[in-house]
């Protein structure tokens, strides 16, 4: 018995059907972790980027060293810092919004990096046609640069949103009961294990494949020559 | 055509006060010095044109002048403004305020157009007015559509880039220029992209512009025939000096420098 659903062990079949409601709890808490994690990510990272891009050689080089250590460290010993370590200097956050946090941060490097290569592959001949006309470097990047190189980045930018999803579980060492966890705990406690993970790595199966065909339609959709943003 | 371009001062005070000047300005790229104590001085209005062999610094001057290329030494004023200030940092040794106090009086033409691919030809024309004069939607749009119109454009404002030849891209190009309403244009090269066929609708519109007595205009071309045109001087420039300027009639029949000459024979065939 989890949340008000009790299963039934008769047959797998009926084992499966009893504890899908179950993991499909989980599963939206995975779902909001990513979705939440990824916007994070995303934002972060364009932010990592333009700083990187810093006139102010200071600024550049800090950023370049943050985006660099958070690449380089695991993931796990992120999130066991930000949930074990934090409370000790009087932040407590909630598990979720640290699991969040944790893979935002992690994949703002990598989205910098993504970030970084798609602004450089625009022709120089662009800014110098944004200078010519007089604008200032935050118009440049807001009206020329970053909307042309959204259509470049969409495929790189699934890949992690990809990546990201499938690292959730991850989350489940701090307390927050993904689907995973719930799995896991099921198998637990009916000491039958196999078909609460099959369904599992099923559920991300499908969630993948999903996940990739709505990239690749967003990418046909999209005008190749960029979308302005205003 | 005079109510779409800006209203300049007029032409009496052009012999007293130029509205280009470079004194003794020298650019160099690392160890190799491209101009060279370089002076030049352009009258308010006046349309002239450099030619010169590839690599002599004919684009490097045009680019110091849009505030693409810093320079290093000696004095370049547009419009009275100097372009180092005092106290400037950075390789323009100037604020970014300063240059963009420099900038608002020159727009340039490029050789490979540069239009935004993502805007529409419309969007292209009212950006920088509207995001960077303040100009609202309706009265950028009103101007832009003046000057396309001009150009012979105003039945593609809804087409992209993409969508238009390189003649017609170079020609919005100029339009996008003339909508920040500079005192001075500049124009590298802007048919040497252009298919042979191409090379024409261009060109007239350029000739239109300069039939404009306030506009000032530098040019850098290898169409010899259409300087002869449409300058009131032109500059042979070699090795990031000027060896000789004049009248273009003068300069085309009876260049007196021997290097001209050479030049002439070369390009003329
Ligand atoms: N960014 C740069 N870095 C180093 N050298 C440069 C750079 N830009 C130009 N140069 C060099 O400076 C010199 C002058 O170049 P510039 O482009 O002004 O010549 P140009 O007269 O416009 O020639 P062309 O007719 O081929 O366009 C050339 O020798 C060129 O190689
Ligand atoms: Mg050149």
Redesign the pocket.
């Known amino acids: 018995m989890m949340y008000g659903y009790a299963w039934d062990l008769t047959t797998p079949l009926t084992y499966a059907a009893s504890i899908l409601p179950i993991l499909l709890i989980g599963l939206t808490v995975t779902l909001q972790a990513a979705a939440a994690g990824f916007a994070l990510a995303l934002v972060l990272g364009l932010v990592f980027a333009l700083l990187r891009r810093s006139r102010i050689k200071a600024v550049a080089l800090t950023t370049a060293f943050v985006v660099e250590f958070l690449r380089d460290t695991p993931l796990l010993v992120q999130l066991f810092f930000l949930y074990y370590v934090l409370p000790d200097y009087g932040i407590t956050l909630p598990a979720f919004l640290t699991g969040v946090i944790a893979l935002g941060l992690q994949y703002s490097a990598y989205t910098s990096e993504v970030y970084r290569g798609g602004i450089e592959a625009i022709p120089r001949g662009q800014w110098e046609a944004a200078t010519a006309l007089n604008m200032t470097r935050w118009q440049t990047y807001r009206d020329i640069v970053i909307p042309q190189m959204v259509p470049r980045i969409v495929p790189t930018m699934g890949n992690y949103l990809v990546a990201m999803l499938k690292e959730t579980p991850v989350l489940s060492v701090v307390t927050v009961l993904e689907m995973l966890g719930l799995a896991n705990m099921i198998g637990e406690r009916t000491f039958e294990y196999l078909v609460p993970l099959s369904m599992v790595g099923i559920i991300f199966l499908l969630l993948t494949l999903i996940c990739s065909a709505g990239i690749h339609r967003l990418e046909k959709v999209l005008p190749k020559a960029g979308i302005p943003l205003r | 055509m005079n109510k779409v371009l800006a209203q300049q001062p007029d032409a009496a005070s052009a012999a007293a006060a130029p509205v280009i000047e470079f004194r003794n300005v020298t650019k160099r ?2 160890a ?1 010095t ?1 101009l060279d104590d370089f002076n030049f001085a352009v009258a308010p209005g006046e349309k002239v044109t450099l030619i ?10 045009l ?1 110091i002048l849009m505030t693409l ?1 810093p320079f290093q030494e000696g004095q370049l004023t547009l419009a009275g403004i100097p372009y180092h200030e005092p106290n400037g940092k950075g390789p323009f040794r100037a604020s970014d305020r300063h240059l963009h106090q420099i900038r608002s009086h020159v727009g340039m033409v490029f050789q490979s157009f540069n239009l935004f691919p993502h805007m529409s030809v419309l969007r292209n024309v009212t950006e920088a007015p509207a995001a960077v004069l303040g100009l609202s939607r309706a009265e950028a749009e009103c101007r832009a559509i003046d000057l396309l119109r001009m150009v012979g454009l105003a039945d593609k404002k809804d087409h992209y880039p993409a969508q238009l030849s390189g003649g017609q891209q170079q020609r919005v190009a100029i339009a996008r220029a003339l909508a920040m309403r500079p005192r001075v244009l500049l124009f ?2 802007p048919t040497s992209a252009l298919d042979p066929q191409l090379v024409g609708e261009v060109l007239g519109v350029i000739r239109n512009l300069a039939s404009e007595h306030d506009l000032t205009m530098l040019l ?1 071309t ?1 169409e010899m025939r259409f300087a002869r045109e449409v300058s009131d001087r032109v500059c042979f ?1 070699d090795k ?1 000096r000027i060896v000789e300027e004049g009248e273009p009639e003068r300069i085309f029949t009876a260049p007196a420098e021997p290097r001209t000459r050479e030049f002439l024979q070369s390009v003329l065939g």
Do not use: A, C, N
Not at chain 2, 52 to 61: F, H, L, N, Y
């Open positions: 790229f690392g190799l491209v010169g062999p590839s690599g002599s610094g004919k684009s490097t001057v680019r290329e590298d090269e850098v290898h420039f990031g």
